[in-house]
């Protein structure tokens, strides 16, 4: 009873490697949000390029302003530098949110400790065995070279690539 609750396990932990590692599928296109908000603050204090806003919240805020940039001041263009204390300050910001998929790979070895057909229950460097349904076209390395699940033997030390995909967002303002 408990070899049958082991190879359950083992079976399992296999397959769940095996969709790891199985080839990434094609990203989908998705799409970019725009938005667009409007802060306003008065200015506390200015030191170098940092400004610190309390905000029409009434939330204090610090801002490290690029040299580059200029705020319009009763039609006047001014760098940071020459800002005041209690000048009133509006900003429009435009944020693009982009969902990408971020993808990592990572190279697994593991000792056969069984195999029979598609299954194989691998040792893995903890100790631990899992056992593993794997798909006709997954590759394993063998001594530096490519082999099947149908090429593995007991005993043999073999490498397989795992793919892990995490959806992420990039913003740019």
């Given at each position: 009873?408990?070899?049958?609750?082991?190879?359950?396990?083992?079976?399992?932990?296999?397959?769940?490697?095996?969709l790891a590692a199985a080839p990434a599928p094609a990203q989908t296109p998705k799409t970019a949000s725009v938005t667009t908000s409007v802060l306003k603050g008065t200015v506390v204090k200015v030191r170098g390029n940092d400004l610190v806003v309390k905000m029409s919240t009434g939330e204090i805020r610090t801002f490290n302003v690029p040299e580059d940039k200029k705020a319009l001041i009763d039609g006047k263009e001014l760098s940071v530098h020459e800002l005041q204390p209690g000048t009133m300050l509006t900003a429009t910001i435009t944020t693009t949110?982009?969902?990408?998929?971020?993808?990592?790979?990572?190279?697994?070895?593991?000792?056969?400790?069984?195999?029979?057909?598609?299954?194989?229950?691998?040792?893995?460097?903890?100790?631990?065995?899992?056992?593993?349904?794997?798909?006709?076209?997954?590759?394993?390395?063998?001594?530096?070279?490519?082999?099947?699940?149908?090429?593995?033997?007991?005993?043999?030390?073999?490498?397989?690539?795992?793919?892990?995909?995490?959806?992420?967002?990039?913003?740019?303002?």
């Open positions: 009873m408990k070899r049958a609750t082991l190879l359950i396990t083992l079976c399992t932990a296999l397959a769940v490697l095996v949110t982009t969902p990408v998929t971020g993808r990592t790979k990572s190279v697994r070895s593991a000792e056969v400790w069984h195999v029979q057909g598609s299954t194989v229950i691998l040792r893995l460097p903890s100790g631990e065995n899992k056992m593993y349904s794997v798909k006709e076209d997954q590759k394993f390395i063998v001594n530096g070279k490519p082999a099947t699940v149908y090429d593995l033997r007991d005993g043999m030390i073999v490498s397989v690539e795992n793919i892990v995909e995490e959806p992420t967002m990039e913003i740019a303002t």
